[in-house]
C-alpha cells in the first residue's frame, strides 16, 4: 500500500519533467523561424532609398552618379553649350538621384533633367535656361536667383522650395506643386502656371504680367504688391489670400473665388475683369 501511494506521487513529476522536455525541443524551431523571417525582412530593406520628411512625387528605380561623374558631365555640358553642340556632350540627368546635390551657379542650360530627384539640392544662382525638368522633385531645394527661363518643369514638385528672385519668365509650370514656395520678388512673367498649385506661396512684390493661372490654387498665396496686370485667372480658388497693393489691371478673375481674400479694395476690383461667378470678399460685395 505504502509502495502504491509512493509511485502515484511520483508520476505526476515525472510527467511534468516530460512536458517540460518537450517545450523546450520547440524553443530552437521557433528561435530559428524567426530569425530566417527577420533575416528575410533585413534581404528586402537592403537598398532601399532613404525616407523624407515630406511627401513628394518620390519616383524609384533612379540611377546613380558619384560626384566624380556629375563633375565629368557638367564639364561636357559647358563644352556642348560653349561650342553651340559641336563638342562635348548636352548633359543627361534625367531620372537621376541628386538629392542634397551641390549644383550652384552651375551652367545646365538645355540640360535634361526629367523626373530627376533634386530634394534640398544648392542651385543658387545655376542657369538652367531652356532646361527639360518636366516631374521633377525639387523639395526644398534652393533655387535662390537661379534662371530658369522657359524652363519645362510641368507636374513637377517645387513644395517649399526656396525660389526668391528666379527667373522664371515663359516657363512652363502647368500641373506643378509650389505649395509654401518661396518666390518673393521672382520673375513670373508670361509664366504658364495652368491647374498649378500655389497653396501659401510666397508672391510678395512678383511680376505675374500675363501670366496663365488658370485653375490655380493661390489659397492663402501672399501676393501682396504682385503685378497681376493682363493675368488670366480665371476659374482660379484665392481663398484667403494677401491682395494689399497688388495691381489688377486687365486681369482676368472670372470664376474666381476670392472669399475670404484680405487687402483688396475696390478700385482694384474695378480695373480687372470680373463675371457673375466671381465671389468677393463679404466686404466687397
Given at each position: 500500500?505504502?509502495?502504491?501511494?509512493?509511485?502515484?506521487?511520483?508520476?505526476?513529476?515525472?510527467?511534468?519533467?516530460?512536458?517540460?522536455?518537450?517545450?523546450?525541443k520547440?524553443?530552437?524551431?521557433?528561435?530559428?523561424?524567426?530569425?530566417l523571417?527577420?533575416g528575410?525582412?533585413?534581404?528586402?530593406?537592403?537598398?532601399?532609398?532613404?525616407?523624407?520628411?515630406?511627401?513628394?512625387?518620390g519616383?524609384?528605380?533612379?540611377?546613380?552618379?558619384?560626384?566624380?561623374?556629375?563633375?565629368?558631365?557638367?564639364?561636357?555640358h559647358?563644352?556642348?553649350?560653349?561650342?553651340?553642340?559641336?563638342?562635348g556632350?548636352?548633359?543627361n540627368?534625367?531620372?537621376?538621384?541628386?538629392?542634397?546635390?551641390?549644383?550652384?551657379?552651375?551652367?545646365l542650360?538645355?540640360?535634361?533633367?526629367?523626373?530627376?530627384?533634386?530634394?534640398?539640392?544648392?542651385?543658387?544662382?545655376?542657369?538652367?535656361?531652356l532646361?527639360?525638368?518636366?516631374?521633377?522633385?525639387?523639395?526644398?531645394?534652393?533655387?535662390?536667383?537661379?534662371?530658369?527661363?522657359?524652363?519645362?518643369?510641368?507636374?513637377?514638385?517645387?513644395?517649399?522650395?526656396?525660389?526668391?528672385?528666379?527667373?522664371?519668365?515663359?516657363?512652363?509650370?502647368?500641373?506643378a506643386?509650389?505649395?509654401?514656395?518661396?518666390?518673393?520678388?521672382?520673375?513670373?512673367?508670361?509664366?504658364?502656371?495652368?491647374?498649378?498649385?500655389?497653396?501659401d506661396?510666397?508672391?510678395?512684390?512678383?511680376?505675374?504680367?500675363?501670366?496663365?493661372?488658370?485653375?490655380?490654387?493661390?489659397?492663402?498665396?501672399?501676393?501682396?504688391?504682385?503685378?497681376l496686370?493682363?493675368a488670366?485667372?480665371?476659374?482660379?480658388?484665392?481663398?484667403?489670400?494677401?491682395?494689399?497693393?497688388?495691381?489688377?489691371?486687365g486681369?482676368?478673375?472670372?470664376?474666381?473665388?476670392?472669399?475670404?481674400?484680405?487687402?483688396?479694395?475696390?478700385?482694384?476690383?474695378?480695373?480687372?475683369?470680373?463675371?457673375?461667378?466671381?465671389?468677393?470678399?463679404?466686404?466687397?460685395?
Open positions: 500500500m505504502l509502495r502504491r501511494l509512493r509511485k502515484q506521487a511520483t508520476e505526476p513529476a515525472k510527467k511534468k519533467k516530460v512536458a517540460k522536455k518537450k517545450a523546450v520547440k524553443r530552437p524551431q521557433e528561435a530559428a523561424s524567426g530569425s523571417q527577420e528575410q525582412a533585413d534581404k528586402r530593406t537592403v537598398g532601399a532609398p532613404p525616407t523624407t520628411e515630406h511627401e513628394s512625387s519616383i524609384k528605380g533612379l540611377r546613380e552618379v558619384n560626384t566624380e561623374d556629375l563633375e565629368k558631365i557638367l564639364d561636357l559647358r563644352q556642348w553649350i560653349a561650342s553651340k553642340s559641336k563638342e556632350t548636352r548633359a540627368l534625367a531620372r537621376t538621384y541628386l538629392r542634397e546635390a551641390y549644383l550652384q551657379g552651375a551652367l542650360r538645355g540640360a535634361e533633367l526629367r523626373e530627376a530627384n533634386l530634394q534640398k539640392a544648392e542651385m543658387q544662382n545655376a542657369d538652367l535656361f532646361a527639360d525638368m518636366r516631374a521633377a522633385d525639387l523639395l526644398e531645394a534652393n533655387l535662390t536667383k537661379a534662371v530658369l527661363k522657359r524652363v519645362k518643369l510641368d507636374g513637377g514638385s517645387l513644395i517649399e522650395a526656396k525660389m526668391g528672385q528666379v527667373d522664371l519668365e515663359q516657363a512652363s509650370l502647368k500641373a506643386d509650389l505649395r509654401e514656395a518661396d518666390l518673393c520678388e521672382a520673375n513670373l512673367q508670361n509664366t504658364n502656371f495652368k491647374n498649378a498649385n500655389l497653396r506661396a510666397n508672391l510678395f512684390l512678383v511680376e505675374l504680367m500675363n501670366a496663365d493661372l488658370q485653375k490655380a490654387d493661390l489659397s492663402g498665396a501672399d501676393l501682396k504688391g504682385a503685378d496686370t493682363g488670366n485667372l480665371k476659374g482660379a480658388r484665392m481663398l484667403g489670400a494677401k491682395m494689399q497693393g497688388a495691381e489688377l489691371l486681369t482676368n478673375l472670372e470664376g474666381v473665388d476670392l472669399s475670404g481674400a484680405t487687402g483688396l479694395s475696390r478700385s482694384q476690383i474695378e480695373e480687372a475683369t470680373t463675371d457673375d461667378k466671381t465671389q468677393l470678399p463679404d466686404n466687397l460685395e
